[in-house]
C-alpha cells in the first residue's frame, strides 16, 4: 500500500515542476518525470507484462492530465506512435487493455496518479507548458462515467472548449490601441468580423442589421473600417497615417510601416496556434513541408481614364496588379502565403503584400522582387518550424528564388511554368516502349551571373488535359533522383493540401468591400486568414481528443465554426 498517495502525488509534482522550467510540451514532461516504484502497486505479475509497471503510470498520467477516457486513451496512443515511443511502450494498447491496467493497480495508485496529473497541469499551465484553458471541471470523473458521455456530446463540449481557447490565445494579438474608454472592445470588433465573415457580408450589412436589431455589441460601419486601418497603424504612430505616406518618390508603395503592424499581430497569434499544436508533439513528428502560393482579391474598378489612348487613371490604387485566371484579363490586390502542408495541420505562417508591375502603369513602374519576397515569407515560416521542404507554385519559378533556397539548405519543388525547350523530351518518354517518366540530372541553376547549384528535371505524366505535351516538369535539387523515384516526389508534390481549396475558405471569410484604402485590404485578408487558422487549430485539436486522423476531413465545417464564433460565444462567455 502506498502510505500517503498526496504525498506520493507532491513528489511527482515536485520533479515535474523542475522539468517544466527548461521543457515546453507536456508530451516531453510525462516521459522524464520520475515515478518511483515504491508509490505504485501493479497487482500483474512483472514478468509476463508486455507493458511495464512505468510506461502504464506515465500513459495513465497522460489519460488524467488531458481527462479523456480509456477507448478515447487507446485511440490517442494508436494515432501519435511519438507517445507510444516516449511512454516506452513497444506499441500501442487496446482499450481492454487500458482496462486492464486500471484493474491491475491499487486504488491508492490511481488516486496518486489522479493527484499527481493535476498537479502537473497546474505547473504546467504555470510555466506556459499548457494554455489555462486545460484546467477544466469535472463534475463526475470516473472512468464510467466518462464511457457514458457520448461522442457527440463529448465534441460538442471540446468544440466549444476549443473554440474559446483559439479565441483567447489568437485574436488578442490583435490590437487597435485606441483609448480605455472605448465604447467597442478589440474583441467587439473581431468578433463583429467573425459575424461578417459567416453571412459573407460587409461592414454596412452587419451594421445596419445591428442598429435594426438594437445589438449593443456591433458598431457602424465606418468605426468598424477605422479599427480595421488602426489595426494597421503602429503603436508607436502618435497620428494615424494616411496611404499616401506610403508612396516613395518613385511611386513604389513602400508598405513596411503597415506590415510591421499587422504583421507583428498575426506572427503573434501564429506563435500561439503554433504553440498548442506543438504541445503535442504532433510538428516535432513530422516533416515539415510548407508551401508558397499567391492569391488575389478581385479590384472591379476599371484603370482607364481612356485605354484607346493609353491614359491609366491618376489616382488609381498602386497595390493593384493585374492577373489571368480561367483565361480571362483581371485586376486585383494580391497576397502571397507560405502554409503548413503535407501531413501536419494545414496552417498558414505567413502572410506578405504582392505588387507587381500592370500594363496600365509607366514602362518603367517597379514591383516587389519575387526573391525577397519568398526570403520574407521562409524567414516567417522559419521562427515557427524547422522547414524540411517548400513546394512553390509556378509563379515563383526563378533562378534567384531557388538560388535562395539553395543556400538555406532546404529542398525546393516547383512545376515549370512554360517548357517549349523539353518537347524533345516528352516526345523520347512517349516513344519510349516502357518508360512513362524520366529525370535529367544536373540541371544548372545560376545566380548573378555564375552557377549556383545543380537540380534534378522530373517530367511525369499531366493530370491536367490542358498540358503542353500531356505531361508535367518539376525542377527539385534533391542531389539524385532515380527513375523509379520520381513518381514518389512529384505525388508528395500533389499531395499536399488543396491550396486553393484554402483560398477560397479565406475568400468566404473576406468582408465585402468597396474600399481602395490597401490598410483596410491588407488586414481584411490578414484577420480573415487567421480565421482560417482558427479553424484547422479547432478542427486539429477535437481531431486530436477524439482520435481522428489529420488528414481525415473536417469535423468542423469552415462555416459552422465561423458562426460559433461570431455568434455564439459572446453569449455563453
Known amino acids: 500500500m502506498v502510505a500517503d498517495p498526496a504525498a506520493a502525488a507532491q513528489a511527482i509534482v515536485t520533479h515535474a515542476e523542475r522539468i517544466c522550467e527548461r521543457e515546453d510540451h507536456l508530451w516531453r514532461v510525462l516521459p522524464e518525470v520520475v515515478i518511483p516504484e515504491p508509490y505504485l502497486e501493479d497487482t500483474r505479475q512483472s514478468g509476463s507484462v508486455t507493458f511495464g509497471t512505468e510506461a502504464v503510470a506515465r500513459a495513465l ?3 488524467y492530465a488531458h481527462d479523456l477516457s ?3 486513451l487507446a485511440g490517442r496512443l494508436n494515432n501519435r506512435p511519438s507517445l507510444v515511443k516516449a511512454f516506452g511502450m513497444p506499441h500501442s494498447p487496446r482499450q481492454q487493455t487500458v482496462s486492464d491496467w486500471l484493474d491491475a493497480f491499487t486504488d491508492d495508485t490511481k488516486r496518486t496518479l489522479k493527484a499527481a496529473a493535476n498537479g502537473i497541469v497546474e505547473v504546467a499551465v504555470k510555466n506556459d507548458v499548457l494554455p489555462e484553458a486545460f484546467i477544466t471541471e469535472t463534475v463526475d470523473d470516473t472512468d464510467d462515467a466518462k464511457e457514458q458521455v457520448s461522442d457527440r456530446e463529448y465534441q460538442r463540449r471540446e468544440t466549444m472548449k476549443v473554440v474559446k481557447l483559439a479565441r483567447e490565445y489568437a485574436a488578442s494579438e490583435f490590437n487597435t490601441h485606441r483609448a480605455e474608454n472605448k465604447t467597442y472592445t478589440d474583441e467587439d470588433l473581431l468578433d463583429m468580423l467573425a459575424r461578417i465573415c459567416a453571412h459573407k457580408g460587409s461592414a454596412h450589412s452587419e451594421a445596419q ?3 435594426l436589431t438594437d445589438d449593443s455589441l456591433t458598431c457602424d460601419d465606418s468605426t468598424f473600417l477605422r479599427a480595421l486601418k488602426k489595426f494597421a497603424t503602429p503603436a508607436d504612430e502618435e497620428v494615424e497615417f494616411s496611404f499616401d505616406a506610403f508612396c516613395d518618390e ?4 513602400d508598405i513596411k510601416s503597415l506590415q510591421r503592424s499587422v504583421n507583428a499581430s498575426f506572427d503573434g497569434a501564429t506563435e500561439n496556434i503554433i504553440n498548442m499544436i506543438r504541445k503535442e508533439g504532433v510538428i516535432q513528428s513530422r516533416r515539415n513541408v510548407v508551401a508558397l502560393d499567391i492569391t488575389y482579391q478581385r479590384n472591379w474598378v476599371w484603370p482607364w481614364e481612356d485605354k484607346e489612348a493609353g491614359i491609366p487613371k491618376s489616382d488609381y490604387p498602386r497595390m493593384v496588379s493585374g492577373y489571368k485566371k480561367d483565361g480571362e484579363i483581371r485586376r486585383g490586390y494580391k497576397f502571397a502565403t507560405i502554409t503548413l502542408v503535407g501531413d501536419n495541420v494545414p496552417i498558414i505562417l505567413g502572410v506578405e503584400p504582392v505588387k507587381e508591375d500592370s500594363n496600365w502603369e509607366e514602362d518603367d513602374a517597379p514591383s516587389y522582387s519575387k526573391a525577397e519576397l ?9 521562427r515557427f518550424v524547422d522547414i524540411d521542404e517548400v513546394l512553390f507554385d509556378r509563379g515563383f519559378y526563378a533562378d534567384e528564388v531557388f538560388a535562395g533556397v539553395d543556400d538555406r539548405d532546404i529542398i525546393y519543388t516547383a512545376p515549370v511554368p512554360k517548357y517549349e525547350d523539353d518537347y524533345t523530351n516528352i516526345e523520347q518518354i512517349e516513344e519510349h516502349p516502357e518508360a512513362d517518366a524520366a529525370v535529367h540530372h544536373d540541371e544548372v541553376f545560376g545566380h548573378e551571373g555564375e552557377k549556383h547549384h545543380e537540380a534534378e528535371r522530373l517530367y511525369v505524366p499531366s493530370r491536367s488535359d490542358d498540358a ?3 505531361y508535367a516538369v518539376f525542377v527539385t535539387n534533391r542531389d539524385w533522383v532515380e527513375p523509379d523515384e520520381i ?6 508534390y500533389r499531395r499536399r493540401w488543396d491550396i486553393e481549396n484554402q483560398y477560397k475558405s479565406i475568400g468566404d471569410f473576406l468582408p465585402k468591400t468597396s474600399s481602395g484604402d490597401y490598410r483596410v485590404r491588407f488586414c481584411a485578408f490578414v484577420l480573415a486568414t487567421l480565421i482560417y487558422n482558427l479553424w484547422r487549430l479547432t478542427d486539429y485539436l477535437i481531431k486530436a481528443e477524439v ?3 489529420i488528414r481525415e476531413p473536417p469535423v468542423l465545417t469552415a462555416k459552422t465554426f465561423v458562426r460559433v464564433l461570431g455568434e455564439f460565444l459572446r453569449r455563453l462567455g
Open 250 to 253: 518613385d511611386g513604389m508603395p
Open 61 to 63: 498520467l497522460y489519460m
Open 209 to 211: 442589421f445591428g442598429w
Open 70 to 72: 480509456q477507448n478515447r
Open 468 to 470: 503542353d505535351g500531356k
Open 547 to 549: 482520435g481522428i486522423g
Open 374 to 382: 519568398v526570403k520574407r515569407l521562409l524567414d516567417k515560416a522559419s
Open 487 to 492: 513518381q514518389a516526389v512529384t505525388n508528395r
